[in-house]
Each structure stands twice: as C-alpha cells, then as structure tokens.
C-alpha cells in the first residue's frame, strides 16, 4: 500500500469509532481518544480507521480489559480538545513541549528515523541559516519550532517538499527514511540529486490527558506494561545504520576489544565460573537482583570495585556520550566487570552470548534499539568477542551505544 506524507490539518472530518472489542471497564468506560490520519500510522480503509497505531492501541486496549473510543479531526483541534478536557488522549505524537504542559506521553511504540534529504552541495552544520520546508503540523514541524530552527516553507504535502528543493527553493527538509523511500518510490530520479545526512530518532506514542490520569493514576503504567507484547520493545536497524554503527564502533573502539586487561580479567573469573553449579548460578542471580535494591550490596561491590570495572568506567567515560554501559562477561555467562550496576548477574540468557557462544564463526553481535524513557536516549547494544593470543574465546564484550550519537558522529 502506497503512502504520502500529508498535512495533519488537511484532515477535515470527524468519525466516531468505537476501536476495542470488550465491554467498557466500570473504572473508565471508553477511554476517549483523538487522532487524525497520518499513514502508516492512521488510515482509512473502507469506512474504518486502520494503521499501526490503531492495531497497536486495540492489542493494548484488549490485553488490560479496557475499551476506547476514537475521534478522527484535524490535529491542532485534537489538541484544544486534550486543553479543554474534552478527551482523554491523543495519538500519534512525539514529544511535545505543547502537550507536555497538559498531558503525559505513554512509552513509544514507534520510532521514526529522521534525516535531512537536500541537494549534494548543501552543508548542514548551522541548519539556521538554510532554507527549510516542513509538512505544516507535522511533527518534524514541532520539533524544529522546539529547537528554534527556522522554516521558511510550509506546504500540504510531502511531495511538495522535494519538487521545492528540486526547484531550488528550499535547501532542505526533514522526513522520516521510511516515508520519504516511499514517497518517491516510483520517481527515482529523485535519488540523483538528493543526499541525506541522520537527524535523530523521533519516539512516538499516545499523550494521556493529566486530568484523566489524575483520576485514574495507575491506568498509564498498565498501559505501558502491555506495549512491549503489542509492538515489541525493540526495533530494527536497517543495513544502512548497522554498516554506520559497525564503521563509528570498530574504529573508536578496537582498543578496547584488544585490551590485554580484558583477557587477564576474564582469566580470573573464569577459574570461579567453570567451577559454579547451575543451581550456585541461578541463587547468584537472584542475589544480585534482590541486591540491586537493597542497601547492603557485598556482591554488587565486589564486582563493580574490581580493577576491569575501573578500567571500563573510564573507558564510558571517555567516549563522549557514545558509550552508555560496558559489560565483561565470563565462560558462565556471569559479569567479570562492569562500568555500571546492571539489573542482572547472570547474561548467558540474553540474545547476545546465544548468538556467540553458539555461532563460533561470529565475532560480534547487534540488537536492536531500545528507547530509554528516563534519559530519552536511544541505546543499541553491539557484543563483541573476547580471545586470547591463541584465539581461544574467553568471553563477550558487551557495550551499550548511544545509537543517534553514533550515526551522527559518522557524517
């Protein structure tokens, strides 16, 4: 199904559809929601709302026993009606200082991928000072009003923005990948004359109305709780950012792999892993998840004192903001070191050591992005191998990278 970028205030009418198959619950009855038709995300399929939020929100909806009720208008009344208490919700949004003031976003289920698309010549280091076009309300339009950035062209139409700077009459504009590739998917000489360079990720989810939440405060953390099973709790890389983020990591990081002191390290926690019982390892990891929110914490201490751990704090530390945790992780599958007190001690059931330890002909493995509500950061963990002299593998390197400073610092 073809899809275009469209303007959120061409959307000139107003249905009523009742999205979720169970009776209303006593607490709420149908959550009141707001919406306007945005593809992939909202879309009108003969006579009824349908997109990838839509499906989401009626998994959610059905998986807490709860009802809701949608309202399709243009976006900018969706908002007086979330101001004026008229409705209880609005979707699909990224974050938004307007909404902020009134409302509190859901964790994302979506992630756009932005990038500037512009003539090859176009240099983007002070954006300010260009011309830039942007789909009236959209949420690129928010977030460059948010940044103070200037746009000098808004148009109806995703379309109209390429032909602009085909024209020569803008320099620029943001889209996220997935629109734009299918925005101009039959027109390819589009793709001989437009660059792009990686602006960021932008997380999108429902904004919940404070007063609604205010009257029913634990409805936001059932709600978040369910959107992992719904829409997953991490997202792809494509080829493109894997290849980026492989070029950025290898060359800033290699060092660090290489390090004998990783090898030594992993020679002493092997000698106590190899020699641990699966039940010994499973009582460790409870321990150090009950330790992990416990005032007393002699397992957690003695692992992130060890002199490695030291070594990968300041590794973190030097990487400027690309780093966001490391992790050394022995024969077992439990930490040899740490720059940072993780959730669990025992990582032999995560994808990363499965996909090594398995597979002795990989060298490295990626997962994909997760968002971190807290710091509103977007972290992919890449692992790595760690071998002696002989080749012999002693165990898995697994880094945190804060994925949008990674593809930035590769342009």
Not at 34 to 62: A, D, H, K, N, V
Not at 187 to 195: E, I, K, W
Not at 292 to 312: D, G, H, K, M, N
Not at 384 to 400: H, P, Q, V
Request: hydrophobic share 40%; with cysteine; charged share 25%.
């Amino acid at each position: 199904m073809k899809f275009r970028l469209i303007s959120l205030c061409l959307t000139f009418f107003s249905v009523s559809v009742i999205a979720a198959e169970l009776a209303p619950a006593p607490t709420y009855g149908a959550v009141k929601l707001r919406t306007t038709i945005w593809p992939p995300y909202q879309m009108m399929l003969q006579g009824e709302l349908s997109g990838e939020s839509t499906e989401t929100l009626r998994c959610i909806f059905r998986d807490i026993n709860e009802s809701f009720s949608v309202q399709v208008m243009p976006w900018q009344r969706a908002i007086q009606d979330i101001k004026h208490s008229v409705a209880d919700g609005i979707f699909t949004s990224g974050p938004s200082p307007e909404l902020d003031k009134v409302a509190t976003m859901s964790a994302p289920f979506a992630l756009e991928k932005w990038y500037w698309y512009h003539a090859r010549a176009i240099d983007l280091k002070n954006p300010k000072s260009l011309r830039i076009g942007a789909v009236r309300s959209s949420n690129q339009a928010t977030w460059l009003d948010t940044e103070g950035i200037p746009v000098t062209e808004l148009v109806n139409e995703g379309m109209q923005l390429v032909r602009l700077v085909q024209a020569g009459r803008i320099d620029t504009f943001i889209a996220d990948s997935r629109y734009f590739e299918e925005l101009v998917s039959e027109a390819s000489d589009f793709n001989s004359y437009l660059d792009k360079t990686f602006v960021r990720y932008m997380p999108l989810g429902v904004y919940f109305a404070n007063q609604f939440l205010e009257q029913h405060p634990e409805f936001i953390g059932r709600f978040d709780q369910q959107i992992s099973d719904c829409a997953g709790d991490t997202i792809a890389l494509n080829d493109f950012e894997r290849e980026n983020l492989l070029s950025v990591v290898a060359k800033r990081i290699r060092t660090i792999i290489d390090d004998d002191r990783l090898v030594a390290a992993l020679d002493i926690s092997n000698q106590m892993q190899r020699t641990l019982a699966p039940d010994v390892i499973d009582a460790l990891d409870v321990q150090w998840r009950h330790e992990v929110s416990a005032t007393e914490q002699p397992l957690i201490s003695e692992t992130i004192s060890r002199p490695t751990s030291a070594y990968l704090r300041s590794v973190k530390e030097l990487s400027n903001g690309l780093i966001t945790e490391a992790i050394l992780v022995g024969s077992a599958g439990l930490n040899a070191a740490q720059s940072d007190i993780t959730t669990d001690y025992y990582q032999a059931d995560e994808a990363a050591w499965k996909a090594l330890i398995s597979n002795p002909s990989s060298e490295y493995h990626i997962d994909g992005i997760r968002y971190d509500g807290s710091s509103r950061k977007f972290q992919v963990k890449v692992s790595w191998t760690i071998e002696d002299s002989r080749g012999e593998r002693k165990g898995i390197l697994i880094l945190g990278i804060d994925v949008e400073e990674a593809l930035r610092s590769d342009q």
